[in-house]
T-cell receptor
């Protein structure tokens, strides 16, 4: 079966712009989590969605937002981009929320570069 | 504060040797997971060990968990060049308002 699909794969944006990233989870998975990965901060949790509701949110400014649709696909949006937002954004899906015994399945990520 | 931290930060070994990576965490957990990440790609789930388990095997991987020391180790036996990657441990971060908290990772290089 298809894995977690993240689009686009690469993105270059200018400071001040906004960007929307997309994540399609594995079919049947209802939980989607987003992570930001940078060399300096490592993997930082952004938010988690389950059944179209945000269940958990990390310590990021309000410029970072997300949503989940009825088909479990998720989008995250970053407004007023800053240079420090340059990162690999990873999406992970799982069947359920909480502590799935099978772990999370990650997409290949979207590499965002802000110039 | 960060829940999981791997040690060492980087490890370089020859093909065929064993590689051991350690993870320490601060608070009680329900389970601990190990993931692998090839350069610039997504993470791949390797193994999950529950708090009531002490050891778990999967192919060439062996994970141990010592809840009294709040630590876990990942052993890769008979390493191959294809094992070159970063390895992360992830612990239940719900007490921190997160789902899973990842450590900074161990960068493993397996030289042919």
């Amino acid at each position: 079966k298809a894995g977690v699909t993240q689009t686009p794969r690469y993105l270059i944006k200018t400071r001040g712009q906004q960007v929307t990233l997309s994540c399609s989870p594995i079919s049947g998975h209802r939980s989607v989590s987003w992570y930001q990965q940078t060399p300096g901060q490592g993997l930082q949790f952004l938010f988690e969605y389950f059944s179209e509701t945000q269940r958990n949110k990390g310590n990021f400014p309000g410029r970072f937002s997300g949503r989940q649709f009825s088909n479990s696909r998720s989008e995250m949006n970053v407004s007023t981009l800053e240079l420090g937002d340059s990162a690999l954004y990873l999406c992970a899906s799982s069947l359920s929320i909480g502590n799935p015994s099978h772990g999370y399945t990650f997409g290949s990520g979207t590499r965002l570069t802000v110039v | 504060s960060q829940q999981g931290e791997e040690d060492p930060q980087a490890l370089s070994i020859q093909e065929g040797e064993n590689a051991t990576m350690n993870c320490s965490y601060k608070t009680s957990i329900n389970n601990l997971q190990w993931y692998r990440q090839n350069s610039g790609r997504g993470l791949v789930h390797l193994i999950l060990i529950r708090s009531n388990e002490r050891e778990k095997h999967s192919g060439r991987l062996r994970v141990t968990l010592d809840t009294s020391k709040k630590s876990s180790s990942l052993l890769i036996t008979a390493s191959r060049a294809a094992d070159t990657a970063s390895y992360f441990c992830a612990t239940d971060g719900r007490n921190y308002g997160q789902n899973f908290v990842f450590g900074p990772g161990t960068r493993l290089s397996v030289l042919p």
